[in-house]
């Protein structure tokens, strides 16, 4: 009974003594405002069980549904527990979720309220007037106000109501800079707001549980463009033709852009931004303008804008303008009439005015005196010493009534035309049009001093007079007026009325052949300008526009032949010019060119030489003109080579020009030669004459250089052409160069005085007393004339090293002999003589310049160049040559006296060497000579050894030989 009892007891009160119980963690609290997106766990648990887990089932729900093992949303089973996992939960997964279990028949169940939230912060930026703004950015004041959402009744907190922590701005403390914290820490008060201060990154730190998060805010202080920077030219004011430059910067932020706009008058409404072209550079804040002119002229703006606000700064521009000049295009006058060239001009700031024509330029002068001695016309390039004087002026507002006209030469001006002029002189044909241009200028000058020429000056205006005007007046006359913006130049043309003169034509025969096209012109200086016909046999010739054709212009005019076969375009043309003043023809023949007879008869044994041949033909053979060669063509072939079968196409072909002797070149010495000739010209060819002999001679010695000439800069180098070697291969060049200078007085006395003694001594051998006392008074009035004539030649040394002075300036000295290209004065009868030692050089035979270091400037040398080869030295080329300002550097070599006085130094030196060597040693030579003779000195050293006893070996020879004795 106790038994059951007791087991009774047992079975009631299993359901309350079990033990075990349901729980879920995490906490309650914990199971709110959890982060979105972040993955979720919960668990369910069984504790205090001690039974089998088999025996243990755990479940989750939601709104009665039970939870899958797989989804978004799923559960996991573990020993005991069961656990919910929610993958990147949304504020909808929130809500009430049920945990329940079953053990031996007995249930349990929990539930869990669970929330999500999407973000903890929210900062809230002030919207207000006193804050420019484009994302978290203010003028003065900046309050920051963040909310995290922890639990739903509290959306205005900065962090949950467990735990806060403060606005933190990253390296600045909040001491420094007074930062004010409200409302929990959630507002943060930023005072005086600055950029430059308060600019930077701002972190709001919230924490709740086990999380931590961070929100950073970048703050930017935004501000609206102030204009630091506004350069415009100088007193605002540019100048016609120069290109300015307008500098706008500003600083702000954003960062301002820039627009320029142009005003042109105050009533313009409409404003359009300045864009990018030719005429202006746009490039941000900077305006470049180029090319100034009038229209240029206005108000120009600066506008620097942001997204805050804008600035803008304007001012006025001036254009500082050319001076405006009035000069009527052309004047065409009849010859021997005056004309008068009237420049009138208006300009501000200091305005100059002159006119020029060519390289000849007349000003106005404003002081006399200074005109007279620093203005006057030069010496050698006319002989008159006084400037020309204009009439007085009858106007009462005339500067002066006594100004003369400034005339300058090319040489003294200094536009570019004339320039170019003297740059161009190196050419012959320029140095030819210098001459004439020179001759020009000297006939202008004349005709200033002469009056004939004459300028007034008014208030405003040049008044240029030519009186009886002359053919060589035709020109363009320049009136160029300068102020500060720069130089106006008009230009009027001076026309002479005067018949057609002929300046060029294509000559008086021109060839031509069937089949050819040819043109013949002529050209004229007639004013006005003529009429032009083409005649041939006394018809006017017609142009067709195929065969023939015509083009003419002012001056000139060409006519274009087609010569075909059977054209009757051969023949003799006359162009004539007729302008109503008067007339001019010129005849040119169009001849028909044939093909040349065969050169029969050529000679080529006449003359011989080493390495080339030379041949003839009869001088009456190409008499006609039409039937002239232009060329010779040869076939070539050594005597040796040929065989009875020669084939002549095997040969050397040789093109020469035609020419009264033939020259086959590139022959070979001492050889003998068959040719074939044949004569060519622009109609065709003949035949090949027959088989011609000739030998070649054996090599001779080169011949003289060619183009032999001497340049200087730093240094001076001689260079020449190659010259033929006659047949032999050159082997090297010698130069010689050899200083010169004039013979001074002193010698052409001495050899005066000299040359007279002579013939008086002659004389006196054969004649009597009289004819002695006739040839004393012969021989004074010789030494007279001797003293004169030294005084002549003494005079003109001193002209000589006067004018050598000058030369510094213009390269003309007396001292240049006629042989040097540079100068045309004579010498006359000094003579130059050979100065200081000759320089012989040598160079390889590939060499064609040699640069010499020891000339010196502002000399005259006299330099010969020779070839050699292995049969001997030819004849040298000679020239002369003066040297001016270069060249520039000279080393200083040794001749052969200086080496010679080398020489015996060095020789002296050492032999007093040796000699002092020998009285060092043994007390013998020409120094110990000295002491014991000159000097009363002995060998004190040996003496006293002879008396003290001691002696070495030549003591003790002195002693054997006595003995012997």
């Known amino acids: 009974m106790t038994t059951t009892l007791w087991l009774s007891l047992l079975f009631i009160g299993l359901p309350t003594v079990s033990g075990w119980t349901l729980t879920v963690s995490p906490s309650e609290e914990r199971l709110q405002n959890r982060r979105s997106g972040d993955n979720f766990l919960a668990v369910c648990k069984v504790k205090d069980f001690d039974g089998a887990a088999s025996d243990v089932k755990i479940e989750w729900f939601r709104d009665g549904k039970l939870i899958p093992r797989f989804g978004s949303t799923m559960t996991i089973e573990r020993t005991y527990s069961n656990q919910l996992m929610i993958n990147r939960p949304k504020i909808s997964d929130g809500g009430k979720y049920t945990c329940q279990t079953e053990i031996h028949g007995e249930k349990q169940e929990i539930s869990a309220d669970i929330s999500f939230v999407g973000k903890w912060f929210d900062v809230q930026i002030p919207q207000n007037s006193s ?70 990154v701002y972190n709001c730190n919230a924490a709740q549980y086990s999380s931590f998060e961070t929100l950073s805010v970048n703050v930017t202080g935004y501000a609206r463009p102030t204009i630091t920077v ?44 300045i864009a990018r072209s030719d005429k202006h550079n746009v490039d941000e804040g900077l305006l470049i303008i180029e090319s100034l002119n009038s229209e240029d002229a206005g108000t120009y703006k600066c506008i620097a804008n942001n997204t805050v606000g804008t600035n803008e700064r304007s001012f006025e521009l001036s254009v500082f303008l050319k001076p ?20 009138s001009y208006n300009g501000g700031g200091h305005v100059t005015a002159k006119f020029t024509s060519g390289s000849r330029e007349f000003t106005v002068k404003k ?7 620093s203005e006057e016309i030069p010496k050698e390039e006319t002989d008159s010493q006084e400037t020309g004087t204009k009439e007085p002026s009858t106007s009462e507002e005339t500067a002066t009534t006594d100004e003369e006209i400034e005339i300058k030469s090319a040489d003294s001006s200094d536009n570019d035309e004339n320039e170019e002029t003297t740059a161009s002189n190196n050419d012959e044909d320029d140095h030819a049009d210098e001459q004439e241009e020179s001759k020009r200028w000297k006939r202008f000058a004349d005709d200033v001093n002469s009056e004939r020429i004459t300028l007034q000056a008014e208030e405003n205006k040049l008044i240029l007079h030519i009186k009886n005007i002359a053919l060589e007046d035709a020109a363009d006359y320049t009136c160029a007026v300068t102020n500060d913006a720069g130089t106006t130049n008009k230009v009027t043309q001076v026309g002479i009325i005067h018949p057609p003169t002929l300046r060029h034509y294509t000559g008086p025969h021109v060839r031509s052949f069937n089949g050819n096209t040819v043109s013949i012109y002529c050209d004229v200086s007639a004013v006005p300008s003529p009429k032009w016909h083409w005649y041939k046999d006394g018809k006017e010739v017609e142009a067709n526009g195929a065969s023939v054709q015509i083009d003419t212009q002012a001056s000139s ?75 010779i063509d040869f076939l070539v072939a050594k005597f040796e080579e040929m065989e009875s079968d020669y084939n002549w196409n095997h040969a050397r072909a040789v093109s020469v020009p035609f020419e009264e002797d033939i020259t086959i070149p590139d022959l070979a010495p001492n050889t003998q030669y068959v040719v074939k000739a044949r004569a060519v010209n622009e109609a065709g060819h003949s035949d090949y004459t027959e088989e011609i ?19 200087c800069s730093d240094y001076c180098t001689v260079s020449w052409d190659t010259p033929n070697s006659h047949g032999s291969p050159l082997l090297k060049y010698r130069i010689t160069i050899q200083e ?102 040598e160079v390889d035979a590939s060499e064609n310049q040699l640069q010499l270091t020891n000339i010196k400037s502002h000399s005259y040398y006299k330099v010969a160049v020779s070839a050699e080869n292995a049969i001997g030295q030819g004849e040298p080329a000679e020239f002369e040559h003066q040297t ?82």
């Open 740 to 841: 010169m200078r004039l013979k001074n007085a002193n010698e052409s006395k001495e050899e005066e005085e000299h040359h007279e003694k002579t013939e008086s001594t002659s004389s006196s051998q054969n004649s009597g007393e009289d004819e002695d006392s006739v040839d004393n008074v012969e021989s004074t009035t010789g030494d007279n004339e001797s003293e004169e004539s030294t005084e002549n030649t003494e005079n003109a040394s001193i002209e000589i090293t006067e004018h050598h002075e000058t030369s510094l300036t213009n390269q003309h000295s007396a001292e240049i002999l006629p042989t040097d290209p540079t100068t045309s004065v004579e010498r006359d009868s000094l003579e130059m003589v050979a100065y200081g030692s000759l320089m012989v050089l």
């Open 693 to 711: 002999n000739f030998e070649t001679t054996d090599p001779w010695v080169p011949q003289s250089p060619q183009q032999v000439t001497m340049k």
């Open 131 to 200: 804050m420019y703004k484009t994302s978290n950015t203010l003028k003065r004041e900046l309050v920051l106000k963040s909310s995290a959402k922890w639990w739903e009744l509290i959306n205005s907190r900065c962090f949950g109501s467990l735990m806060a922590l403060p606005w933190t701005k990253v390296s600045v403390s909040t001491s420094q800079r007074g930062y004010e914290f409200s409302e929990n820490n959630q507002i943060l008060y930023i005072p005086h707001f600055t950029a430059k201060k308060d600019d930077g």
């Open 884 to 965: 001016n300002e270069s060249p520039t550097k000279y080393d200083e070599g040794f001749d052969t006296t200086h080496l010679t006085i080398a020489i015996a130094i060095g020789v002296l030196v050492l032999l007093l060497l040796i000699d002092l060597g020998c009285y060092i040693t043994n007390r013998c030579g020409l120094i110990s000579c000295i002491c014991l003779n000159l000097c009363g000195k002995s060998s004190g050293g040996k003496q006293s050894d002879l008396e003290s006893g001691r002696s070495g070996p030549e003591s003790n020879r002195l002693l054997d030989s006595s003995g012997a004795r």
């Open 230 to 273: 506004f350069d415009v030219p100088n007193g605002n004011r540019g100048i016609e033709g120069h290109t300015i430059e307008l500098k706008c910067g500003a600083v702000g932020k954003p960062k301002p852009a820039y627009e320029w706009f142009f005003e042109e008058c105050i009533f313009q409404d409409d404003e359009v931004p």
């Open 557 to 631: 005019t060409k006519l274009t032949l087609e010569t075909f076969y059977g054209s009757d375009n051969f023949g003799v043309y006359i162009c004539k010019a007729d302008n109503g003043v008067g007339k001019l023809e010129k005849q040119i023949e169009v001849i028909k060119v044939v093909a040349p007879p065969t050169p029969e008869g050529m000679d080529c044994k006449k003359l011989i030489y080493p390495n080339y041949g030379k041949c003839a033909v009869y001088s009456d053979l190409y008499e006609k003109e039409e039937s002239k060669p232009q060329t």
């Open 324 to 343: 405006k000049v009035d000069l009527k295009h052309d004047h065409v006058v009849k010859e021997g009439e005056d004309v008068e060239l009237v420049c």
């Open 367 to 373: 002081d006399h005196s200074e005109e007279v001695h």
